[in-house]
């Protein structure tokens, strides 16, 4: 059974750092590219980060592109997201996901159920 789970959110600092881990298991972790998503309450989701399988290729959309950065520990199961220069409108759910292939080229077929970062004073 495939499992995701996010952890590491909470609040911080406009300005401040959160680091999100996403341990997974039931599957051959290396061997597929990974996403962190965010989603704010009544708002659709949206894709923020992906990294191949092996780990050559990163990809961000605007929003964190500069300041958060992506990386993945295949040893360990683990896709991090290191968020620096929060701003409050990064609070939202952060949820990580697993693509169907090595690249994040293809689908994504499984969940975690989010960590929750709130940016604020």
């Known amino acids: 059974q495939v499992q995701l789970v996010e952890s590491g959110g909470g609040l911080a600092q406009p300005g401040g750092s959160l680091r999100l881990s996403c341990v997974a298991s039931g599957f051959t972790f290396g061997n597929y590219a990974k996403t962190w998503a965010r989603q704010a309450p009544g708002k659709g989701l949206e894709w923020v980060s992906g990294i191949s399988s092996d780990v050559r290729d990163t990809y961000y959309t605007g929003a964190a592109k500069g300041r958060f950065t992506i990386s993945r520990d295949n040893a360990k199961n683990t896709v991090y997201l290191e968020m620096n220069s929060l701003k409050p409108e990064d609070t939202k759910l952060y949820y990580c996901?697993?693509?169907?292939?090595?690249?994040?080229?293809?689908?994504?077929?499984?969940w975690g159920e989010g960590t929750l970062v709130t940016s604020s004073s």
């Open positions: 996901a697993k693509h169907l292939t090595k690249s994040i080229a293809g689908g994504m077929d499984s």
